[in-house]
């Protein structure tokens, strides 16, 4: 049942779409740069467990109800868009003022948020995200037959999602790590806010602009 025929095309699908740049590759290189490593490493371990919420609801038919309701659907987007905003703004506001990050490993350096904000930051994103929503509810009910326990099945898939990807998540920040001593320079910090920033936001206009699918 785990390791049937599917499995394969399953695993490679499934590793081309977690290294496609998007909104969580910004948030963990975001979130890397201003907090480090360790706040890199959890913004991914959250976001990725936001994928076991996405499993769940989708075994149990949620999605499917919150796909045929126009309300709720625009309520879920309209929600995850205005929150990539936020994210956005908070990043280009620290470009405004021009502090220089905060990178773990450089001397004098102090992380400016606490242990829970990235954890928050990354189920957040991935949870009111309602591409995945969309996507777990179209992509995953291939790879399960008739026969296979939904529920079973498809957090045995989104296992194999949170792993794969967080191998390549977990990998950017530690790349993102190294570069600490250039990241605390102040006009690179700055540019760095300000493109991630203008980049969230544009992710969350394009969300809220989107036609329900």
């Known amino acids: 049942m785990l390791f049937d025929t599917q499995f394969l095309p399953f695993l490679l699908a499934i590793t081309l ?3 496609t740049p998007g ?19 959890l913004t991914s371990l959250a976001i990725c467990c936001g994928l076991f919420v996405h499993a769940t609801v989708s075994a149990l038919g949620i999605s499917l ?5 126009a309300w709720a659907f625009s309520a879920l987007k309209l929600a995850g868009a205005a929150y990539l905003v936020w994210l956005g703004i908070q990043s280009l506001l620290s470009a405004r003022r ?10 004098g350096a102090q992380r400016r948020v606490g242990f829970w904000q990235p954890i928050r930051e990354g189920l957040l994103s991935n949870v009111l995200n309602p591409k995945t929503v969309v996507f777990y509810m179209a992509f995953l009910p291939q790879f399960i037959a008739p026969g296979d326990p939904a529920l079973l099945k498809s957090l045995w898939l989104a296992s194999v ?3 794969i990807a967080n191998l390549w998540q977990i990998g950017i920040a530690l790349m993102v790590g190294r570069a600490g001593h250039w990241l605390a320079k102040r006009w690179l910090s700055r540019t760095l806010d300000a493109v991630t920033g203008s980049v969230l936001v544009l992710f969350g206009v394009k969300l809220a602009l989107a036609q329900r699918p």
């Open 161 to 163: 999602h949170f792993v």
């Open 23 to 41: 909104v969580d590759t910004l948030l963990v290189i975001r979130n890397t740069a201003r907090g480090g490593v360790r706040d890199g490493i």
């Open 65 to 69: 109800i919150l796909l045929q309701s």
């Open 17 to 19: 779409l977690s290294i």
């Open 98 to 107: 021009g502090n220089p990050l905060p990178v773990a490993g450089v001397t």
